[in-house]
């Protein structure tokens, strides 16, 4: 069965500075892709970043960035210049099997102080 | 808006009571999910539909649970007989093919 572990339930960051955010999987695909979502305390789950197990390039979107290595299967997720904003829980997910369901971890919660 | 939608947003029922909740997915998404999260926990697998479809289960989906998706548009999900275990929030979300898109979901309350 595929696992996707977040080991840390808390992370503090200070407003501005840079936060990484860790997560290890276990597939033995091949192929695959990997998501951060966040969840703000509203609840909907918003997709923050994916990345797609073939491309060594790490995915980008404006603030966020992640460190893939595909062969220690670690998926971290790195959060720039911090905002009030970003405060909410983090779950990493792995798309599994061939209808592409999503495994998550049980999640990060992320509190940003000002 | 064109984002995934969930009706009811939220839902208090006795135990043994039926209940139902609907899904719209985005338009021409033909990939649905309905997945079940706890307090404190990540969202766990329920169903999938491709289309009208359903292609898989979870063995968390008992037999007290059933989902639809008529001409592959909205979905529902019906749980049969409520127990207190069933108390959680329920998501679904869409996808054209390998990037989910979730629901604000429904948070069921069984007393």
């Known amino acids: 069965a595929q696992t996707v572990t977040q080991s840390q339930p808390e992370m503090s960051v200070q407003e501005a500075e840079t936060v990484t955010l860790s997560c290890t999987y276990d597939t033995s695909e091949s192929d695959y892709y990997l998501f951060w979502y966040k969840q703000p305390p509203s609840r909907q789950m918003i997709l923050v970043i994916r990345?797609?197990?073939?491309?060594?390039q790490n995915a980008t979107e404006n603030r966020f960035s992640v460190n893939f290595q595909k062969a220690a299967k670690s998926f971290s997720l790195k959060i720039s210049d911090s905002q009030l904003g970003d405060a909410a829980m983090y779950f990493c997910?792995?798309?599994?099997?061939?209808?592409?369901?999503?495994?998550f971890g049980k999640g990060i919660t992320l509190s940003v102080r000002p | 808006d064109t984002g995934v939608s969930q009706d009811p947003r939220h839902k208090i029922t006795k135990r043994g009571q039926n209940v139902t909740f609907r899904c719209d997915p985005i338009s021409e998404h033909n990939r649905l999910y309905w997945y079940r999260q706890t307090l404190g926990q990540g969202p766990e697998f329920l169903t999938y539909f491709q289309n009208e479809a359903q292609l898989e289960k979870s063995r968390l989906l008992s037999d007290r649970f059933s989902a639809e998706r008529p001409k592959g548009s909205f979905s529902t999900l019906e749980i049969q007989r409520t127990e207190q275990g069933d108390s959680a929030m329920y998501l679904c979300a869409s996808s054209p093919w390998d990037t989910q898109y979730f629901g604000p979901g429904t948070r069921l309350t069984v007393l």
């Open positions: 997910a792995q798309e599994t099997g061939a209808n592409s369901k999503l495994t």
């Open positions: 990345q797609e197990a073939y491309k060594q």
